[in-house]
């Protein structure tokens, strides 16, 4: 790797650290946060407890490998963190600009990772087609099939989410990702 593209991995990974930073320096972001990730964690697992018949919480925690775990807390934290940064613009706009598009940009990641944590919580072939038999055997199958793809995709839209929300948060240059506006030009 060239040191241009290492310059331009740090400044964007500065730009998620930065953005998370300001939103969760706010004690009631902060304990927003960790309060919906333990909720999404519960609901996520309470969904195919829910769902299939005779299911309950010590059976579904038992059918969950260490990988499960790993998505699952992942997603609730990410799906957590990607809402409380877009409640963040949205309460913000009259600094960060229209606070309806900084939401809209930060919405399909946001649903992507529900989805993929409900989704992901479907740790068997009764839980997967219990969940979503109404698309079909066909489409079940290959959920099963390509389960684990399919949620670090959503993992890697809920990153994108974040890093455009981070943008908006720290009102970024849209052309260089300068984060200090007012002393930056373009030449």
Not at 111 to 131: H, M, N, P, Q, R
Request: aromatic content about 14%; hydrophobic content about 50%; some cysteine.
């Amino acid at each position: 790797m060239s040191s241009l593209s290492i310059r331009t991995i740090m400044n964007r990974f500065s730009i998620y650290v930065e953005g998370i930073k300001i939103v969760l320096k706010h004690s009631i972001y902060l304990i927003s946060f960790l309060a919906f990730a333990l909720f999404l964690f519960g609901f996520f697992i309470y969904i195919p407890v829910r769902t299939v018949p005779g299911n309950d919480f010590a059976f579904q925690l038992s059918l969950f490998k260490p990988l499960d775990y790993l998505l699952l807390i992942s997603l609730s934290l990410l799906t957590s963190l990607s809402v409380n940064m877009n409640v963040f613009s949205f309460r913000h706009k009259g600094t960060l600009g229209t606070g309806i598009s900084a939401v809209s940009q930060g919405g399909v990641g946001g649903t992507a990772g529900v989805i993929a944590s409900i989704f992901g919580t479907a740790s068997c072939t009764t839980c997967v087609s219990s969940l979503f038999g109404f698309l079909g055997l066909g489409t079940v199958f290959f959920l099963l099939d390509y389960r684990s793809y399919i949620v670090f995709g959503s993992i890697i839209l809920v990153l994108f989410s974040l890093y455009f929300t981070s943008k908006k948060v720290l009102n970024a240059c849209e052309k260089c990702n300068h984060i200090q506006l007012k002393s930056h030009k373009h030449k």
